[in-house]
């Protein structure tokens, strides 16, 4: 760029300038009054091209022009040359020019015409009036660059239009984001350069740029709202539009600034996800509570109900009226002990025996199993990826995830389809942990349940996993799978989720935690041994721990016939007095979890202290205590779960003390 050559800074001060003229005597009055008037003359040019090239040397900060010079170019060729850029003031000296002449002596924008012969005081106005108009000229041009430079480097979209709605102006993120550039579109009607788009209604929106010069006020694009570029592209933008008023207050142009909004309805987007992800969480957490309380008192009645009718029907003369009552009844108490088990599933309360297992087996298991099932219509897929670590959970309720999930996708694909069960090795970011609450970074054993049917809409998506939640009609469905499924997951430490779209099928992810290695059990395991024999069973002593007074009563009675000596307490507190109040050995301590005063747990730790012997067997429908329902899932404490039958309770308490630990 040519270096800056203007008299803004010279106000008062010596000039330096350029005198062309081709008569050598005006050159040299010339020369003589610009002395008097303390200038300096930097070089005198009597040809155009001769001016052209001192005032390329010079850089003079003014230049008095001959408009008729010798050779082959005018002075009004050379003042075009030399003040491309506006920035050099030229004055014309001229004695006589036509119309014609002055008109193209105009398009070069003099900054003043002196008539020879030349008056000093006129020609000293005229530095002045040229000295001053090109320091106004600069100052403008100053802000212009300013302005434009601003514009240039902030990240929004900024056109200018005309008082017309012809495009004067596009910045360089316009440019980018229109596909338009200045050039191209200077002159331009703005609505060929700016078309909006309604992403809702999928309609154009009038121009903002022209609402502002018709309506003359600031206007914004309401909703969601897309520019379409030059190649026909949608990019979501936010904006705003203003008129351009002049000092009068009339409206002479209009200004649109935009912004992409790209990133913006991403992270909102993101945003939405994860928040409504997490109030599900917090939803399902919340109904897991109530399931597992509601199970428990279910449990503890189911126990009694199930127990006392197995009595009946073993130690009790019935004729076949009664005993198909009673049957009845027990079938009633089994099935009610199946629902209570799936609300506990669903709520993490279920006492399991977690293992180290591989999940390819589980699912190369379960899809034998399932083509018995599957009708022939539905063809079911089976990747595995030989990359899949361990994982530590227990194999019953894996398997139970897998057919619960793949009977659903049966269900859904009533012309047939096809069903693709899949395992992969994933890695979890700390980034996309943040996108869904729940999840924690790290390696997981994948498993991915997919199927080609009817799928169903994301309302349905929002509540799936909800207990008693069902699409299917009436006495098809307890609501209950996908609870179940939604509870083991959990209790497994992993993760699930859903995607679905109506017609399009539906796919479920399930993550388990991988393990590091397949080395050795990661927690002991029980070894088995032959039953000891240890004397007779009459010789044992029962410590019964129950708050619930009807088990505790039916336990004794199971327990008393078949000869063990039955010690009972109410609650923890009570348990530690009548252990203390006994003198002989106590065997087994069998006790409820949760029990008000002391629970089963801190009670067990208790009396151990004192009778390092004591056997433990804790009896619980639900728990909320984490120490325990890992110590249950990790192997390291026993337990039976409510609802229990006699012959649960006697094998269970068999196999304890036929058991080394």
Request: charged content about 25%.
């Amino acid at each position: 760029m040519r270096e800056h050559i203007s008299c803004t800074d010279t106000a008062g001060l010596p000039l330096n300038v350029l005198v062309v003229e081709d008569e050598a005597l005006i050159a040299m009055e010339l020369r003589a009054r610009l002395s008097r008037l303390g200038h300096r003359v930097v070089g005198v040019a009597d040809t155009g091209r001769d001016a052209i090239e001192l005032a390329r040397i010079e850089k003079p900060h003014l230049v008095l022009m001959d408009i008729h010079l010798k050779g082959d170019m005018s002075g009004i060729e050379a003042a075009s040359a030399i003040n491309k850029d506006g920035e050099v003031p030229i004055i014309y000296l001229t004695a006589h020019s036509d119309a014609a002449t002055v008109s193209r002596a105009k398009q070069t924008s003099p900054f003043g015409y002196l008539l020879k012969p030349l008056d000093e005081r006129e020609l000293l106005i005229a530095i002045e009036v040229a000295t001053q108009r090109s320091r106004l000229e600069q100052r403008l041009r100053d802000g212009e660059r300013r302005y434009a430079a601003t514009l240039a480097s902030i990240g929004d979209g900024v056109v200018a239009t005309d008082v017309n709605g012809m495009v004067t102006f596009l910045n360089p993120i316009a440019e980018e984001l229109t596909g338009w550039t200045l050039a191209e579109a200077s002159g331009v009607p703005v609505e060929q350069v700016l078309t909006f788009i309604d992403d809702v209604a999928n309609t154009v929106l009038e121009n903002p740029l022209q609402r502002a010069l018709r309506e003359g006020e600031t206007r914004y694009l309401k909703g969601e709202t897309s520019l379409m570029t030059r190649n026909r592209q949608l990019i979501p933008i936010d904006d705003s539009s203003a008129p351009i008023r002049d000092d009068d207050g009339h409206i002479v142009g209009a200004v649109l600034a935009f912004r992409d909004a790209r990133q913006r309805r991403l992270s909102e987007n993101a945003l939405r996800i994860a928040t409504d992800q997490l109030n599900r969480s917090q939803r399902l957490e919340s109904l897991g509570r109530l399931a597992g309380g509601i199970a428990h008192d279910f449990n503890n009645l189911l126990t009694i109900i199930n127990g006392y009718s197995q009595l009946l029907l073993t130690e009790h003369p019935l004729d076949a009226t009664q005993r198909e009552l009673v049957g009845a009844i027990l079938d009633a108490g089994d099935r009610a002990a199946k629902l209570t088990q799936q609300l506990l599933a669903f709520g993490k309360g279920q006492l399991i025996r977690a293992e180290r297992i591989r999940l390819n087996d589980v699912l190369s298991q379960t899809h034998n199993l399932l083509r018995r099932i599957i009708g022939e219509d539905i063809r079911i897929d089976l990747v595995l990826s030989e990359k899949v670590s361990e994982i530590f959970a227990d194999p019953t309720q894996v398997e139970q995830v897998v057919m619960n999930l793949a009977t659903n996708a049966r269900d859904a694909m009533p012309l047939g389809g096809i069903l693709r069960l899949e395992s992969r090795l994933t890695r979890i970011s700390e980034a996309a942990a943040r996108l869904s609450p729940g999840l924690k970074p790290g390696t997981y054993a994948q498993l991915i349940v997919s199927d080609t049917g009817i799928g169903f809409s994301e309302e349905v998506q929002r509540n799936i996993f909800e207990p008693f939640f069902t699409t299917k009609s009436s006495g098809k469905g307890t609501g209950l799978g996908l609870a179940m499924v939604y509870g083991i997951v959990k209790q497994a430490q992993g993760y699930i989720s859903v995607s679905s779209k109506v017609g399009k099928g539906t796919r479920f992810d399930v993550l388990f935690p991988a393990l590091k290695s397949s080395g050795e059990n990661a927690f002991p395991l029980p070894v088995e041994s032959p039953a000891i024999e240890d004397g007779p069973v009459t010789r044992r002593t029962v410590l019964i721990v129950e708050d619930e007074p009807a088990i505790r009563a039916y336990t004794a009675a199971v327990l008393k016939r078949e000869g063990y000596t039955v010690l009972e307490a109410c609650d923890g507190i009570d348990g530690l007095r009548v252990a203390a109040a006994h003198d002989g050995e106590i065997d087994l301590l069998l006790t409820d979890v949760v029990m008000p005063n002391l629970g089963g747990r801190e009670l067990a730790e208790k009396l151990k202290k004192k009778r390092p012997a004591l056997k433990t067997l804790f009896l619980s429908g639900y728990t909320n205590d984490k120490e325990a329902r890992e110590g249950f899932h990790k192997g390291q404490l026993e337990f039976l779960s409510k609802p229990f039958k006699r012959n649960d309770l006697l094998q269970k308490i068999n196999d304890l003390f036929s058991t080394v630990h």
